[in-house]
């Protein structure tokens, strides 16, 4: 997918390599309804593809970051009981698979769409993050909540089981038998709970929390983009990797880097006492 255009339920802003996504749903507390998912997966594609873009912030607006998958309406649960075949024309007009496998797909495609994005990405999460919010803060590289934020992976209350890529992130933010206790019971857990188990990394007073994860964003915006993608890439590979490949990784990685004008600039700026300007070259 290109640019996404027009948005219905995202607010997107770019400033000094900062780009910022508010998912926009506040009267749902953000909850992502069928246009959300395929905006989200375009604005993830778009961000992917631009240089230009150095760190992404996801939030949400109106106080609660993203209250999962709006089960309300088009695509609630009374939509699979029309049958496989049914509704395949959607409200734009055009025809996309509209069975509950379908919309899952779709929602994959965005999940898959954040995983796949090679600058560092942050989740800022006020109010609450549940079920696929949840899975989405947890899908992004760093978690930082204020001290009333809320998650959990509500699935079960909902007689449901895990989606948005939970069942493949939340063991490696937390390991198996506390994965295993956050989807089973489903409980909500507060800020500090959720620091102490690992689901974030850091949670900060409500006031203060759009200027801290601003500091780590520029920090980030000023760091050198061709290093931090193939430190990313390095780590998301890590689980599945023997340490003989995780090495032969790092080496292909650093060759690359030695071939950059970042890392010249680095270590010139090192050697002249100087920040580094770094330029994705």
């Known amino acids: 997918m290109g640019s996404p255009g027009a948005l219905e339920t995202l607010i997107v802003e770019r400033r000094d390599g900062v780009v910022t996504v508010t998912m926009h749903r506040p009267a749902k ?10 905006e989200l997966r375009a604005t993830f594609e778009d961000v992917a593809g631009r240089a230009e873009d150095r760190v992404l912030v996801l939030t949400g607006a109106g106080g609660d970051f993203c209250s999962g ?9 009374g939509e699979a009981a029309r049958g496989p075949g049914a509704g395949r024309t959607v409200d734009d007009g055009t025809t996309r698979d509209a069975t509950p496998l379908g919309r899952m797909r779709r929602v994959n495609a965005a999940c898959i769409a954040l995983h796949r994005i090679p600058q560092p990405t942050i989740a800022k999460v006020r109010g609450v993050a549940v079920g696929a919010g949840c899975n989405l803060a947890l899908g992004c590289d760093l978690v930082v909540a204020s001290e009333g934020a809320r998650l959990s992976e509500i699935f079960a209350r909902r007689g449901l089981s895990l989606d948005f890529g939970g069942s493949w992130v939340l063991p490696r933010r937390v390991g198996l038998h506390r994965a295993n206790e956050l989807a089973f019971l489903a409980d909500l857990v507060g800020a500090a709970d959720a620091a102490a188990m690992g689901l974030v990394n850091r949670v900060v007073p409500d006031a203060e929390l759009d200027a801290f994860v601003d500091g780590w964003a520029r920090r980030l915006a000023a760091g050198p983009p061709i290093a931090l993608a193939a430190t990313k890439r390095l780590l998301q590979a890590s689980l599945a990797s023997s340490l003989e490949e995780a090495l032969e990784a790092e080496a292909a990685a650093q060759v690359t880097n030695f071939g950059t004008a970042d890392t010249a600039e680095a270590m010139a700026a090192f050697l002249e006492k100087r920040d580094p300007k770094f330029t994705g070259r």
Request: a neutral charge; proline letters at 5%; glycine letters at 16%.
């Open 29 to 38: 507390k953000n909850a992502a309804n069928e246009t959300m998912w395929a």
């Open 69 to 77: 998958a709006d089960l309300s309406g088009r695509g609630g649960p």
